[in-house]
């Protein structure tokens, strides 16, 4: 049986976000109360700014930094919290899609606070802080393993919320029949 881990969600967390190899773009994403903290640590914008100074949503072009040895050019976007996917401070740093400059920016965000994420770490986080219900967590990963286009549809649909409002409705049918079931046990000699 797979071990389960506690989820610290005073963490920040951090890993590739694509699939490892050869690309253009890959990106490592950190998640957590001081994930824009830890960007300040590793990026400066071309202007020399920190992440920490950037709005919301918008991307900046810049570099990673080892100290101050450029580790890879990259384009940075924070999403402050409570809009991002997590509902929490959201960083994504855009690098040239090669193992090495993935794999020592994850590192130098690593060795300045974050924690390695695991799998499915980002979307549990979403769910956990109420982005996302349980059935829209699970279409996340039905999206990523989409072989067709009706399965894609199917979880897309169920990503929007229409698998909850179904279930919702029934609920709610179901939690009026069993008042009704009630009341009319409770009181046999009313009219309900």
Avoid: W
């Amino acid at each position: 049986m797979k071990k389960q881990h506690k989820i610290d969600m005073e963490d920040t967390v951090a890993a590739i976000s694509t699939p490892l190899g050869e690309g253009a773009i890959g990106i490592v994403r950190l998640s957590g109360k001081y994930a824009v903290k830890i960007a300040d640590t590793v990026f400066r914008s071309k202007k020399g700014r920190l992440p920490s100074s950037f709005r919301s949503f918008t991307s900046h072009f810049g570099y990673v930094y080892d100290k101050d040895a450029v580790v890879d050019e990259a384009l940075l976007i924070v999403m402050r919290d409570p809009k991002s996917y997590t509902k929490e401070e959201m960083v994504e740093i855009s690098c040239h899609g090669g193992i090495i400059p993935l794999r020592k920016t994850l590192g130098l965000v690593l060795e300045n606070g974050a924690r390695l994420a695991e799998p499915g770490e980002f979307t549990k986080r979403a769910f956990l802080n109420g982005r996302l219900d349980l059935t829209q967590a699970e279409a996340v990963l039905d999206i990523i393993r989409s072989k067709t286009d009706a399965s894609l549809r199917v979880a897309l649909g169920q990503l929007d919320g229409r698998l909850s409002s179904a279930l919702n409705r029934i609920k709610d049918e179901l939690v009026s029949v069993s008042a009704n079931i009630e009341a009319s046990i409770d009181f046999p000699d009313e009219d309900i």
